[in-house]
């Protein structure tokens, strides 16, 4: 896995040339059981200039822990193997490690991407977008940086309930990460970014509660500010980090 580094501004699905031919070389381990998609994968990672190296885990999800999955850049996961139920335990656990996932999935619903913003997936790309659209979202996740394909910009900008402000994906997962913390420090850590780039974070959230009049000056106001808006449960807030 590379070095953590400073997060920078989300890409969003109009700067795919951004993250284009110019990038470094990245490695991705894929957990996916249907051959299918992992053929294709393979093959748009293999075609991308220059190529991504793709470790194939198949619906091991052990695979991204031991041998060359370990030192992957990204995880891409299928949000739902052989089982069926969406694994968002296994993210959480990835996000917490410091692991840089994109979820590519078939779940095109709103909620489901936002959760999985929000338990710290650095984009959400549903497989209908193909090619484009995933490669993207890998050589930006390797940077550590985040990206946004049209499924999930829809889901975010649809967030507009009254009195809520509308905040970057990376700003609830740096929210999310420093109230499962004890400080910002840890949240940095967590997250594989620098204690500086949290507080960035978390500052602009402030102001942006503070603008539409839900001022959360302290860590407490902040914690029932997002209670009460969904961007985390007592359940969490109750579960050792």
């Known amino acids: ?3 953590a580094s400073t997060m920078g501004d989300p890409v969003s699905a109009t700067a795919v040339a951004d993250v284009g031919p110019a990038s470094p070389r990245v490695t991705a381990v894929l ?14 990672c293999d075609a991308t200039d220059p190529p991504i190296s793709l470790v194939e885990a198949g619906a091991r999800m052990a695979a991204v822990w031991t041998g060359p999955g370990r030192e992957a850049d990204v995880v891409i996961m299928d949000l739902q193997l052989a089982g069926g139920v969406p694994e968002f335990g296994e ?28 338990l710290g997936a650095l984009a959400y790309v549903v497989k209908s977008e193909g090619r484009a ?3 993207a979202a890998v050589r930006a996740a390797a940077q550590g940086r985040s990206y946004t394909p049209p499924s999930l910009s829809g889901a975010l900008a649809a967030d ?20 499962a913390s004890s400080s910002k ?18 500052e602009r959230v402030r102001v942006k509660y503070a ?26 807030l109750n579960t050792p980090s």
């Open 185 to 202: 420090g840890l949240a940095a850590a967590m997250l594989g970014i620098s204690p500086k780039t949290v507080d960035t974070y978390i």
């Open 91 to 118: 993210l959480r656990r990835l996000a917490r490690a410091g692991r840089r996932v994109v979820v590519y999935t078939g779940d095109d619903s709103r909620a489901t991407a936002v959760k999985c913003i929000g």
């Open 133 to 135: 659209h995933l490669v």
């Open 160 to 179: 507009n309930a009254p009195g809520r402000p509308r905040l970057a994906p990376m700003e609830v997962v740096a929210l999310r990460a420093w109230f």
């Open 1 to 3: 896995m590379v070095g």
């Open 211 to 236: 603008a539409v009049g839900r001022e959360a000056p302290t860590k407490s106001e902040l914690v029932a500010r997002a209670l009460e808006d969904g961007l985390v449960t007592l359940e969490e």
């Open 31 to 44: 957990v996916d059981d249907h051959e299918v998609v992992v053929e294709g994968v393979r093959s748009w």
